[in-house]
């Protein structure tokens, strides 16, 4: 006999429909959520999405309980990294419902079914059932006591004495299908409602039918059901010390983007003309910087929806950017550095009060007659880079100005204005003036009077400032030192 052909994404999407679907509506009724037609489709297209090839509809309906946990956490927390729990040592067989029912009374019964099938607290059952919880409490190691008589009987022990272990098993076997189940869609027939007396998926089916969460047509497969949807993904991991800057990553890319976990966005590659220039502007603004940052191109099974990524491939993205090295960012290159601060012109500007101070206290002995207000007062800033000194001026328009800067031992006229006019081969185009030269100082001055013939016979320019203050009262001076 030759083994059956495997079922392609497709048939198994097929087979584990209604088991999928009714597990879906319950989990979403559990965690209070309304199970309408969007959000039913998007969690249960998650499952089938993150389902492995050929899968039973056993273990479909109980997967879909760990994925539905995933789907949980991702749309209400943005909780994307996160496994399954660990597979239990020992799988229930077929045969336990029906032999721990015959050794359980009523009480035992219902405690099996809304204890262990509904995942009910204990003060929930005694509210339901009226039943005092002591009782139930007897009841709960009634059934423990009855499943390790069946286990026994199967020579099969627990690993471990853990009761914890032993409710998981107990769960499971709660929710094990009659064994002439053909799904759970037969719930949404009337011939299916017998059947439903004593089977716990079909049981839920028409529990959640009658109660308006899910509509019977939902447990019949669509035809366009398709489990291998493909997309793509950007994951992107902000080291620990950046993370206050994911609201910037996250608005530069807008409704491409989504939060993922503490540290981590997800971009829609194909919203997006070109993440590169998104990402290299962030670096050079240092929002991110480029060794803060790290990421994955990821393509593989999922869809993007309103509420983010669903399939296995969000999570598999989020695993994938932890292995990168920092400053790697796939398809990106070389991220830049972040641009420089503006240097701070504090130095600059003391240096500039200083030698105006000296200046004016020179002044102040060298002249007779009372100084005279400056004309046009100047406000220079003067920056050194390297050997070069980098000079920026706000001036009036009315008045002349004169440059002169000392190279070594060696006065320069760099300018000196004999017409209004002739200043504006300095003008920036910002409302000032600039000008870059090779000098160790620099004297600026300005006045309502041209400068003319300026004697550069002087010792050094703080001389020349006093010169320049007796042949021009109203000019304003500044001697630049030690830039």
């Known amino acids: 006999m030759h083994d059956p052909a495997p ?39 998650h499952v089938l999405l993150s389902l492995p090839r050929g899968a039973s509809r056993g273990t479909a309906e109980e997967l879909a309980g760990v994925f539905m ?15 399954p729990p660990e597979a239990d040592p020992i799988l229930p067989r077929p045969s336990w419902r029906e032999r721990l029912l015959e050794g359980l009374d009523p009480i035992g019964e219902v405690v099996l079914r809304l ?24 009841a709960c190691e009634g059934v423990r006591s009855t499943l390790r008589h069946v286990m026994a009987e199967d020579d099969i022990g627990l690993v471990c004495a853990d009761i914890d272990l032993l409710d998981r098993l107990l769960e499971r076997v709660a929710r094990l299908p009659a064994a002439d189940c053909q799904g759970g869609w037969e719930a949404s027939t009337p011939d299916g409602r017998l059947h439903a007396e004593r089977c716990p998926r079909c049981a839920r089916a028409v529990r959640l039918i009658r109660a308006g969460v899910l509509s019977p047509s939902e447990l019949n497969p669509h035809a366009a059901v398709e489990a291998t949807e493909q997309a793509s993904v950007l994951a992107l991991h902000l080291h620990p010390d950046a993370r206050r800057h994911r609201k910037a990553v996250v608005e530069a890319f807008g409704p491409a983007a989504v939060r ?54 969000g999570a598999a993205a989020v695993e994938r950017i932890r292995e990168r090295p920092w400053a790697e960012v796939d398809g990106c290159g070389v991220l830049p550095e972040k641009l420089p601060e503006p240097p701070s012109a504090a130095r600059w500007w003391a240096g500039a009060a200083l030698a105006a101070l000296l200046a004016l206290m020179a002044g102040v002995f060298a002249l007779r007659d009372a100084p005279v207000e400056p004309s046009f007062p100047l406000l220079a800033e003067v920056v050194r880079d390297g050997a070069w000194v980098d000079m920026r001026v706000a001036l009036h328009e009315d008045a002349y100005l004169l440059v002169v800067a000392r190279q070594g031992e060696e006065l320069l ?58 042949t021009h009262g109203d000019a304003d001076i500044s001697v630049h030192t030690g830039i």
Not at 115 to 138: H, K, P, Q
Not at 270 to 288: K, N, Y
Request: hydrophobic residues 45%.
């Open 260 to 313: 993922a976990d503490d540290d981590a966005v997800l971009v829609d590659p194909d919203r997006i003309d070109d993440h590169l220039a998104v990402l290299s502007q962030l670096c050079l603004d240092g929002t991110p910087e480029r060794t803060q940052i790290r990421g994955a191109l990821v393509r593989g099974l999922g869809r993007w929806t309103r509420t983010g990524l669903i399939g296995p491939l």
């Open 69 to 83: 946990g995933e789907w949980l956490g991702r749309v209400q927390d943005g909780r994307y990294r996160w496994r």
């Open 7 to 45: 079922r392609t994404p497709l048939d198994t999407a097929r087979h584990v429909w209604s088991a999928v679907t009714i597990r879906v509506a319950w989990e979403l009724y559990m965690a209070g959520l309304k199970a309408s037609p969007a959000t039913l489709h998007e969690a249960r297209d």
């Open 115 to 138: 204890r262990y099938g509904d995942g009910l607290e204990l003060s929930e059952v005694e509210r339901v059932t009226r039943v005092d919880r002591v009782i139930l409490a007897g």
């Open 413 to 470: 006229l760099v300018h000196a204005s004999d017409e209004l006019w002739d200043k504006a081969r300095y003008a920036t185009g910002e409302g000032d003036y600039g000008l870059a030269i090779e000098a160790d100082e620099l004297l600026i001055a300005t006045s309502a009077a041209p400068f003319g013939d300026v004697d550069l016979a002087a010792a050094n320019l703080a001389v020349l400032a006093l010169q320049l203050q007796s």
